[in-house]
């Protein structure tokens, strides 16, 4: 049983800063991409930043030069620094990942999201 386990949000004002952390855990062989989405009330769900399992990023237009993409092979997490914050980046934060497992007729291979975790930023 693969999990994505995700900490971190929480209520900041404009201009600051929170810090995502994302953990799998379970019978996993290989980690492939690892990303951050996040949907607001009203709003489909769009990919924020993106990071490959040979460390190449991707980012949405919106984040670029304020948010962080990381990640953590060893403990198998992945991160993402949002720096100056503003109320547009409120919404829930959802971690995916694709992820190679150990099922029961073998290796699978399929996409896991977490639980979310909710940013709120105040003006």
């Known amino acids: 049983q693969v999990q994505l386990v995700e900490s971190g949000g929480g209520l900041v004002q404009a201009g600051g800063s929170l810090r995502l952390s994302c953990a799998a855990s379970?019978?996993?062989?290989?980690?492939?991409?690892m990303g951050w989405y996040r949907q607001a009330p009203g709003k489909q769900r769009e990919l924020v930043a993106s990071v490959t399992s040979g460390g190449s990023t991707n980012y949405a237009d919106s984040v670029k030069e304020r948010f962080t993409i990381s990640k953590d092979n060893v403990k198998k997490t992945v991160y993402l620094q949002m720096n100056t914050l503003k109320p547009e980046d409120t919404a829930v934060y959802y971690c995916n990942a694709d992820i190679f497992s150990l099922g029961e007729l073998g290796t699978i291979k399929r996409g896991y999201w977490g639980q979310g975790t909710q940013v709120t930023v105040s003006s």
């Open positions: 379970g019978s996993i062989i290989r980690i492939d991409t």
